[in-house]
């Protein structure tokens, strides 16, 4: 199917996106993917730098006539959320993206599909090979572990990028233009267990939660989602009197809300219909609370070898109450931005085994002090129950400038080119301006992209049609970049 995406318009922009989805690129494990940029540059004769993180600057000279015109960044990032269904076998390490199309989009099959950022990447790839497209001086700037921590971001130094505007092509929403977005901070708590022998005149069972849409853990926030691992907890919770549980591994990446969740449990054979009655009256429940918003939703419980260890009653009571108690979902809304998620916290990954439990989240929020007041509050309900916490990878927001001059650029060019106005918003997803801008203040920063939806999960499709839109938009926008002063 890959000659089928080569042929959409612009073939360009398809062609590089196809390229790049043949190589791994994983957050943490870009080595390929920046030896591929780096390569793509020197190929270009274009001047070519990785720096001490690992992020690749291609810098291009205007065309001519264009000389005169501020230097622009272009930036997206290289690595891509790795998500797979359950049932699918596919190596990411490995393999390349199978792609397919879809009626007007395009998808993987089975995967994430690196839409986020790979369209992005591949405009700027694009642009920096035309001979065609008129544009001021270019700086590609391609960041890694955009997705798990920012770290390219962050670890970028001042002096190596001399633009006075940047272009972030990491928006999922083609009519939008996003000014802002929030900063995250990422919680880990554990805590120790002692492990029994089961019950005797026991039964196993594996209990199953899955369907699930799942999605960015930022953008899809505010939909009321279902999270497999607050549904594994509410159906053991409910049936708490008869099981006992041997093991939890729920959910994946912190960006992403959980889809699966998969526990081992055993049962006394004497309470084995009661608990079958209680924990389906609950999964009926789920169920339909779900029904319009995750209508694939399945839980299931199948009768499996008697796991040989179980927590203890108390171990087992803290654990369910502690996630029973955890807050998933908004936390607050904006009282600027009318609709802005301001504040929420996703309770990714659920694990536990071999006496250990370990739970991890991704607290968002455009505003640091609501960030730290909610990470607190999280922190506070871990340690009640004797968890040790761990705070780590804090990132800034960036904030919204309503007077950014590039701003007054992007929204003319918008009205000009689809006759009629852009939405002007700002995001809950993580976006890097605000970390760039700490080494870069005086840089003047926007955000667009093309639709992109299912963004970190299985599902995730990038509209046909919007791509085309977005690369023209780009194309004008880089043509009526303002004068150097």
């Known amino acids: 199917m890959s000659k089928a995406i080569r042929a959409l318009e612009p073939k360009e922009l398809w062609n590089n996106f196809a390229n790049l989805n043949e190589v791994p690129r994983g957050s943490k ?21 990785i720096d001490p993180v690992g992020n690749v600057i291609i810098k291009k000279p205007a065309t001519k006539g264009m000389e005169s015109r501020k230097t622009v ?53 694009s642009v920096l090979e035309s001979k065609t497209i008129q544009h001021p001086a270019i700086e590609a700037l391609f960041t890694i572990d955009e997705e798990t921590g920012m770290t390219g971001a962050m670890g970028l130094l001042g002096g190596y990028l001399n633009g006075e505007i940047l272009l972030n092509l990491d928006t999922e929403e083609d009519d939008e233009i996003d000014i802002g977005c929030a900063g995250g901070i990422d919680i880990t708590a554990q805590n120790p267990y002692n492990a029994v022998n089961a019950p005797s005149n026991s039964v196993g069972f594996n209990v199953s939660v899955t369907g699930l849409n799942g999605g960015h853990s930022g953008m899809d926030i505010h939909k009321g989602l279902g ?5 594994m907890n509410r159906l053991l919770f409910c049936s ?7 093991e939890i591994n729920g959910g994946s990446l912190r960006n992403a ?5 998969f526990a081992l ?5 004497l309470y084995k219909d009661q608990f079958l009655k209680a924990i389906n009256k609950i999964a009926k429940e789920i169920k339909n609370e779900l029904k319009t918003i995750d209508p694939n939703l399945e839980i299931t419980f199948e009768e499996t070898t008697v796991p040989k260890k179980v927590m203890t009653s108390i171990s087992q009571n803290t654990l369910l109450k502690t996630l029973y108690a955890l807050h998933n979902g908004v936390y607050r809304m904006s009282n600027d931005m009318e609709g802005l998620v301001e504040t929420s916290n996703n309770i990714a990954r659920v694990i536990v085994e071999k006496e250990l439990i370990k739970i991890l989240c991704l607290t968002r ?19 009640l129950s004797g968890f040790k916490v761990t705070l780590s990878g804090s990132y800034p927001g960036w904030k919204p400038n309503v007077n950014s001059p590039i701003l007054k650029v992007l929204s003319e060019s918008y009205e000009k080119l689809f006759n009629s106005k852009a939405n002007v918003v700002a995001c809950h997803a993580g976006l890097e301006c605000g970390i760039l801008g700490t080494n870069y203040p005086e840089m003047d920063m926007i955000s667009f992209g093309p639709t992109i939806q299912g963004a970190h999960s299985p599902d995730e499709r990038a509209n046909i049609k919007s791509a085309q839109k977005f690369w023209k938009f780009l194309l004008n926008i880089l043509e009526n970049i303002p004068f150097k002063k």
């Open 257 to 261: 809300i959980p889809r699966e969740s």
């Open 240 to 246: 708490q009197e008869f099981v006992r549980i041997s």
């Open 227 to 231: 999270n497999a691992n607050k549904i």
């Open 365 to 383: 929020s455009s505003v640091e002090s609501s960030k730290f007041d909610l990470a607190n509050t999280l922190k506070a309900t871990f340690e």
């Open 73 to 125: 960044v272009l930036q997206s990032h290289l690595d891509m959320v790795h998500q797979k269904n359950s049932n699918t076998v596919f190596d990411f390490d490995t393999e390349g993206i199978k792609m397919i199309i879809d009626g007007d989009w395009v998808k993987a099959e089975g995967t994430t599909l690196g839409a986020d950022n790979g369209l992005g990447v591949a405009a700027i790839m």
């Open 29 to 49: 494990k870009e080595e390929k993917v920046i030896q591929f940029m780096a390569d793509f540059g020197k190929k270009l004769n274009l001047e070519t730098v």
């Open 265 to 269: 449990i055993s049962v006394k054979e």
